[in-house]
């Protein structure tokens, strides 16, 4: 069994308290039955928007599962 965070809580309560301009905006990953590790780094841009630099930064430390990598090469050979 898997120990991960409960994100859609963890999101709804700091919408709702800190960010409830944001709610229209988050309403599409919060209403997701099954949210993967894309969705919850999209929703987390959503919320704290940072400077361009901070973003590139952060990139190149992400770490993706194995679910993410495979969709995204799906995606990639797609379009190739």
Do not use: G
């Not at 919408?15 to 709610?23: G, M, Q, T, V």
């Not at 930064?57 to 050979?77: A, G, P």
């Amino acid at each position: 069994m898997e120990n991960r965070p409960f994100y859609h809580k963890l999101y709804a309560d700091m919408i709702r308290e800190k960010y409830p301009d944001l709610e229209q905006s988050c309403a599409n990953y919060l209403n997701k039955k099954n949210r993967t590790t894309l969705d919850v780094i999209e929703i987390n841009t959503i919320l704290f928007a940072k400077k361009q630099e901070v973003i590139a930064f952060n990139q190149r430390h992400r770490v993706y599962d194995q679910e993410c990598i495979l969709r995204e090469q799906k995606e990639n050979m797609r379009y190739a």
